[in-house]
């Protein structure tokens, strides 16, 4: 990576850490606990691949 890369690399990613800490401190933010991030994509994981194996059936059930 040059120079100028890196510079530029490092600007966006302080940009990124600003704005995370300020979304951190707004009012508004909701606060999940891991387990409960943990439960949220189990369900989503779940869901997911319950459409991919009712796609997957009949989509192979075709002749071609």
Same mark, same amino acid.
């Given at each position: 990576?040059?120079?100028?890369?890196?510079?530029q690399?490092?600007?966006?990613?302080? #940009?990124?850490v600003?704005?995370?800490?300020v979304?951190?401190?707004?009012p508004?933010t909701?606060?999940?606990?891991?387990?409960e991030a943990?439960?949220?994509?189990? #369900?989503?994981?779940?869901?997911?691949?319950?459409?991919?194996e009712v796609e997957s059936?009949?989509?192979s059930?075709?002749?071609c």
């Amino acid at each position: 990576m040059r120079k100028d890369e890196r510079q530029q690399y490092d600007a966006w990613f302080r #940009e990124q850490v600003a704005r995370g800490l300020v979304e951190a401190d707004a009012p508004a933010t909701v606060w999940v606990t891991q387990e409960e991030a943990k439960a949220s994509w189990a #369900e989503r994981r779940a869901k997911l691949l319950a459409r991919i194996e009712v796609e997957s059936r009949s989509s192979s059930g075709g002749g071609c």
